[in-house]
């Protein structure tokens, strides 16, 4: 079981909006960035967001990231059959002083 | 860009130890924290470690007492062994690219580019 709790599916239709939430403690999400990463099945993940909501450059802008005390949430608008996939936050324990990821949400884009 | 290149056998023996080298390119090795990440079957995904261009690790606690990193510089390679696997190690291990920078002196970690993925079986 995973300190990072994510749902473990969400889905939506084409063009719609879907937000995925990552909760965390005070030691790990209340105190560090957050990073997202997308996992297409049978291929590596991806860093889609670091520093809670910047995007590297090659990722669209239909992909956002915020983050409000102990939790934080992907945003993806004008979903794409593309975006089905498995998503994954991840952050820095400050106590455990290693690396944490959540559970992991498959997304369906119907 | 980056690009790691993940390399080791697929199977290992139970009791014995796993040896996974990730050759890294186009950049300098002495950038970042050289980061190993596993994926269990099906389950999600596990910070094992990293190594910097100095030797400097830190190592996941669950793991601590069998893990090991090595960087070897002049070859642009970093390298994992974990000793005493059995069938619960049984995982994709991805190389991939730690990143450290600061934010009014808070300090943000995240990871990418990742390796390809080396599918490692613990299996007699």
């Known amino acids: 079981q995973s300190v990072l709790t994510q749902p473990p599916s969400v889905s939506a239709a084409p063009g719609q909006t879907v937000t995925i939430s990552c909760s965390g403690g005070?030691?790990?999400?209340?105190?560090?960035?957050v990073s997202w990463y997308q996992q297409i099945p049978g291929t590596a993940p991806k860093l889609l967001i670091h520093d809670n909501n910047k995007r590297p450059s090659g990722i669209p802008d239909r992909f956002s990231g915020s983050k409000s005390g102990t939790s934080a949430t992907l945003a993806i608008t004008g979903l794409q059959t593309a975006d089905d996939a498995d998503y994954y936050c991840?952050?820095?324990?400050?106590?455990?002083?290693?690396?944490?990821f959540g559970g992991g949400t498959k997304l369906t884009v119907l | 860009q980056i690009q790691l290149q993940g390399s080791g056998p697929g199977l290992v023996k139970p009791s014995e130890t796993l040896s996974l080298t990730c050759s890294v390119s186009n950049t300098s090795i002495t950038s970042y924290y050289w980061t190993w990440i596993r994926q269990s079957p099906g389950k999600g995904l596990e910070w094992i470690g990293y190594?910097?261009?100095?030797?400097?690790?830190n190592y996941n606690p669950s793991l601590k007492s069998r893990v090991s990193m090595s960087v070897d510089t002049s070859r642009s390679q970093f390298s994992l062994r974990l000793t005493s696997v059995s069938a619960a190690d049984t995982a994709i291990y991805f190389c991939?690219?730690?990143?450290?920078?600061?934010?009014?002196?808070?300090?943000?970690?995240?990871?990418?580019?990742w390796g390809q993925g080396i599918r490692v079986t613990v299996s007699s």
């Open positions: 005070s030691s790990n999400i209340g105190s560090n960035f």
């Open positions: 190594i910097y261009h100095n030797g400097n690790t």
């Open positions: 991939v690219t730690g990143k450290l920078r600061y934010f009014d002196s808070l300090p943000s970690r995240y990871f990418g580019p």
């Open positions: 991840g952050t820095w324990d400050t106590t455990l002083n290693i690396g944490l």
